[in-house]
C-alpha cells in the first residue's frame, strides 16, 4: 500500500466520532476520474478501496470453510453464491487499484499482513458448532455493506460510481438469507442460545466495521464518500439492534463492550489472521507464479 496519511489521522477520529470535515469544495457526483486524482487524493482513494476490497475477500475466504458443511444442501448453494458473489464485489475493487498502478499480487497474494485493512469482524473463525455463528456474523457484515454501498452511489470518484450498482443488487440477495435463517433459529430456545453466544462474541468485532483507520477525512473532503462513519454507525446500530432483539437477543450497549485490542482497519489483526492468510496463499506460492506452468508444448 503507498504511505500513510499522517496529516489526517487527528480528523479521521473526528469524523468517527460524529464531526465533520468541510466539505463545501468537495467534486461533484461522478465527476472525477484517473487522470483528476491529486496525489494526497490518490492515497485516500486507494485507503477506500483497500478496505471495501479486503472487507469482502476475506468474508468471502471464511465463508468457503463452510463448502458442504451447511446444514441443508440449499443452504450450502446459498452460502456459496454469498462467497461467490463477494469475491466478485472485492473483484471490483481490486480493479480498481489495479488501474491506480497495483499489481494483483500487491494486492493479495504478497501483500504483508499488517498492511491488510479489513474489520476483525470477517477474520474470526467459526466456533466449533458454528452455523449460528454464520447466520449472525453475515447479518451484521451484509446490513453494514448496503449501508457503505449506498453511501458511495453519490462518490466524486465516476469509476467507483459505475460499480456500486452491481453491488448493492447483490447484498440484498445476502440480507434476507441471514434474516430467514435467524426467524428459523430464534424459534428454537437451543438454537437461539447459540445465537446469542455468536452475538456476544462476533459483536465488539463488527464494531471494528466503523473504525477510521488512515484517510478517513481525505476520503470525504475529496468527495469519495460523503457520510460520515459516526452516521453510518448509526445507521446501522438503528437497524441490527432492534431487529436482534425482536428474535429475542440482547444486543451489547455497544459503547460499554470490551473492544478488541487489534482493530483491522489500521493493519493491527487477531492471530486467526495470521493462519488465514497462510491457508489461502499457499497455491500462490507452491506454484510459483512468476513461472507459471505450461499446459502443452509449444508444438502440442
Known amino acids: 500500500m503507498s504511505g500513510s496519511d499522517d496529516a489526517t489521522d487527528g480528523d479521521a477520529e473526528r469524523v468517527a466520532d460524529g464531526g465533520t470535515t468541510d466539505e463545501t469544495d468537495a467534486p461533484a ?92 469482524l470477517v477474520e474470526r473463525p467459526f466456533a466449533d458448532d458454528g452455523w449460528g455463528d454464520v447466520v449472525v456474523r453475515t447479518y451484521l457484515y451484509d446490513v453494514a455493506e448496503r449501508i457503505r454501498l449506498e453511501a458511495l452511489v453519490d462518490t466524486s470518484y465516476a469509476p467507483l460510481a459505475d460499480r456500486v450498482g452491481k453491488a448493492l443488487a447483490e447484498e440484498e440477495y445476502h440480507r434476507e438469507h441471514a434474516l430467514s435463517w435467524l426467524e428459523r433459529l430464534a424459534s428454537d430456545d437451543e438454537a437461539r442460545g447459540r445465537l446469542q453466544a455468536a452475538l456476544d462474541d462476533l459483536f465488539p468485532h463488527a464494531l471494528s466495521l466503523w473504525y477510521p483507520g488512515d484517510h478517513e477525512a481525505g476520503i470525504r473532503t475529496a468527495g469519495f464518500r460523503r457520510e460520515s462513519l459516526a452516521s453510518m454507525r448509526e445507521e446501522w446500530l438503528d437497524t441490527v439492534v432492534p431487529t436482534l432483539e425482536g428474535y429475542g437477543l440482547v444486543v451489547p450497549e455497544p459503547d460499554e ?36 506452468a505450461r499446459l502443452r508444448g509449444e508444438e502440442a
Open 257 to 292: 463492550v470490551t473492544r478488541p485490542e487489534a482493530r483491522g482497519r489500521d493493519g493491527s489483526h487477531t492471530d486467526a489472521w495470521v493462519d488465514l492468510r497462510e491457508a489461502f496463499t499457499a497455491t500462490h506460492r507452491e506454484v510459483d507464479f512468476d513461472r507459471p
Open 29 to 120: 457526483v461522478a465527476s472525477l476520474d484517473r487522470g483528476d486524482l491529486t496525489p494526497e487524493g490518490q492515497v485516500a482513494l486507494e485507503g477506500l478501496l483497500f478496505r471495501l476490497a479486503d472487507d469482502e475477500f476475506v468474508h468471502a475466504e471464511r465463508l468457503t470453510e463452510w463448502q458442504i458443511y451447511a446444514p441443508t444442501i440449499e443452504s450450502d448453494l446459498a452460502l456459496a453464491n454469498v462467497a461467490q458473489d463477494e469475491f466478485g464485489h472485492a473483484r471490483l475493487w481490486y480493479d480498481l487499484l489495479q488501474e491506480l498502478g497495483y499489481s494483483e499480487e500487491e494486492c493479495i497474494w504478497r501483500r504483508p499482513a499488517d498492511d491488510w485493512t479489513h474489520a476483525t
